[in-house]
């Protein structure tokens, strides 16, 4: 048993069963016992690879979708460059480094930071980013960048935000729970709390019992937060991640470690767990705001900023392994076998702005 999950156990019998979303925090963020507070998941040596970690060439095109959103606002400086959710900074590292190339103007010009809760996954960011000419501030949250004009990006940010979900019980949804067995073993249940109907997709009423519907408070108000914002200063964001574009039921809380799936009961603190994204739940929020919000695959997005392209001049003086080698990240990144279809870009625009690859209106 880990160490975090016999917290979890003591503090279910002493003072009952927590929803999903609570159990989710814990193993993801707790303090002394966290998933992301205790270790560093990234790459191939540790739980999953994220889309930066597998090519340059993806940290470039997003940094050219954030210039043309910079060009599409009127070329603001000062301006606030910033990703949430950094990973290892390796995004931002490429993104760093195509932003000079691009416009030197831009790269002296805007601050820029990294919004990050994990003082653990700082420090690696800062390891990564240590040798860059340009000043880096991290924040633990938006609230303290620059009251000024934001371009911010987030790969896989929303997928480990907290979620609650409910379950089929007759003619209701139960919120679910995480409890103990008469063996004081983790298990599942449909607790007391409801759902309000009207957060229902629409097929719901066709759900069979034990069925599982899923929705994300804290994700849409961190939408809210960057949303707001975004329409306050100016900017535009730019986020990726896994999930629908559509909203439906099923059970997408699912635990990684060492790139295969567990039981997310398990292991607690020592696994990734995520859930898939409901891209349109958050599409909504955006236009809440007076946004504009376009939605696409990550593959799509990708081809249409050019990746292909951009793979041939990496190849083009390259030797036969370092051009499969481009291909296979190609592939990987952008095909629909792979990130391409499981994987969803949603661009955040002021209203009646049209950038590549996004239609004028989605």
């Avoid at 279910?12 to 193993?27: F, H, K, S, T």
């Avoid at 606002?73 to 990703?83: S, Y």
């Avoid at 993104?95 to 690696?124: C, I, K, Q, Y």
């Avoid at 969803?344 to 690859?357: I, Q």
Wanted: proline share 6%; glycine share 10%.
């Amino acid at each position: 048993m880990t160490r975090l999950k016999a917290r979890i156990v003591d503090l279910i019998e002493a003072v009952g069963p927590m929803p999903v979303n609570e159990y989710m925090a814990l193993c993801l963020f707790d303090p002394r016992d966290g998933y992301y507070t205790t270790r560093e998941p990234f790459g191939a040596a540790g739980d999953f690879i994220t889309a930066p970690e597998i090519s340059q060439m993806f940290g470039e095109l997003v940094a050219v979708w954030l210039y043309q959103a910079w060009q599409a606002i009127g070329l603001p400086l000062p301006v606030t460059v910033a990703e949430i959710g950094p990973g290892r900074g390796t995004l931002m590292k490429d993104m760093l480094r195509t932003l000079s190339r691009l416009d030197p103007a831009l790269a002296n010009g805007a601050a820029f930071a990294m919004v990050e809760t994990s003082p653990r996954l700082a420090d690696v960011q800062k390891q990564t980013l240590g040798a860059t000419p340009f000043a880096i501030s991290w924040h633990e949250t938006i609230d303290t960048l620059p009251r000024q004009p934001l371009l911010i990006v987030g790969n896989e940010l929303f997928d480990a935000v907290p979620i609650r979900q409910f379950v089929r019980a007759g003619a209701e949804w139960r919120e679910r729970m995480v409890g103990l067995d008469d063996a004081d073993n983790l298990c599942f249940f449909a607790g007391a709390g409801s759902l309000d109907p009207t957060l229902l997709p629409r097929d719901a009423g066709d759900a069979p019992q034990g069925a599982i519907v899923e929705v994300a408070p804290a994700r849409t108000a961190l939408m809210a937060a960057i949303a707001e914002r975004i329409a306050r200063d100016g900017g535009g964001g730019l986020f990726l991640d896994y999930g629908h574009l559509l909203p439906g039921i099923g059970d997408t809380l699912q635990a990684l470690r060492r790139h295969n799936h567990e039981d997310v009961l398990a292991n607690p603190g020592e696994v990734d767990l995520t859930s898939h994204v409901d891209f349109a739940a958050l599409a909504t929020v955006v236009r809440a705001h007076g946004l504009d919000a376009h939605l696409s695959t990550q593959g799509n997005f990708l081809l249409g900023m050019g990746i292909l392209e951009r793979a041939g001049q990496l190849g083009a003086n390259a030797g036969q392994a370092a051009r499969d080698e481009i291909a296979d990240a190609v592939e990987r990144l952008a095909g629909p076998q792979a990130m391409g279809e499981l994987f969803k870009a949603l661009a955040v625009v002021p209203r009646g702005t049209a950038l590549r690859p996004f239609a004028t209106a989605d």
